[in-house]
């Protein structure tokens, strides 16, 4: 009897194996496709499992799997040849990390890596919070909602 490769999950829309392809290629050499798929489709699990509204999922699950996967290959890389990463998180994750993580990357250029995530991530961004976004044309700060994932890599 001969072992075979255990089979590629299946993706629940032919969008997000459009995106594992994307992912795929940009991650050539570190994560091969089964990896990206499995992960991809976890994303879409997790993000389907809590939305309101799912006209942006697929986009959204295949964001969060690109963020997760930089988070991989970022803590697989030697310490020296990585950026540093930069990880904000409040309880609601509805406005404030959000904010926070836009103005570093604005001010950090390619010297950090920065990303936000909620604890108990809320349903939409605070409106207060988007009025003031567009107060100040802040229109480079995501108005998507992450969660904090159960595990994140060790730092070393």
Do not use: N
Request: charged share 25%; aromatic share 2%; glycine share 6%.
């Amino acid at each position: 009897m001969t072992a075979s490769a255990s089979p590629l999950p299946v993706l629940p829309d032919e969008r997000l194996a459009a995106g594992a392809a994307r992912l795929t290629t940009r991650h050539t050499g570190r994560f091969g496709p089964e990896t990206v798929q499995r992960l991809l489709v976890d994303s879409y699990a997790c993000l389907a499992a809590v939305a309101r509204v799912r006209t942006h999922l697929v986009v959204l699950a295949e964001r969060l799997t690109a963020e997760r996967l930089d988070v991989l290959a970022h803590s697989e890389s030697a310490v020296g040849e990585r950026p540093v990463r930069v990880l904000f998180v409040c309880s609601r994750g509805a406005g404030r990390s959000q904010s926070a993580a836009a103005l570093l990357a604005r001010r950090a250029d390619e010297r950090m890596a920065v990303s936000c995530a909620g604890t108990t991530p809320a349903a939409e961004v605070e409106p207060g919070v988007v009025v003031s976004w567009q107060k100040r044309e802040r229109d480079e700060i995501g108005t998507h909602i992450t969660g904090l994932p159960d595990t994140l890599p060790a730092s070393p």
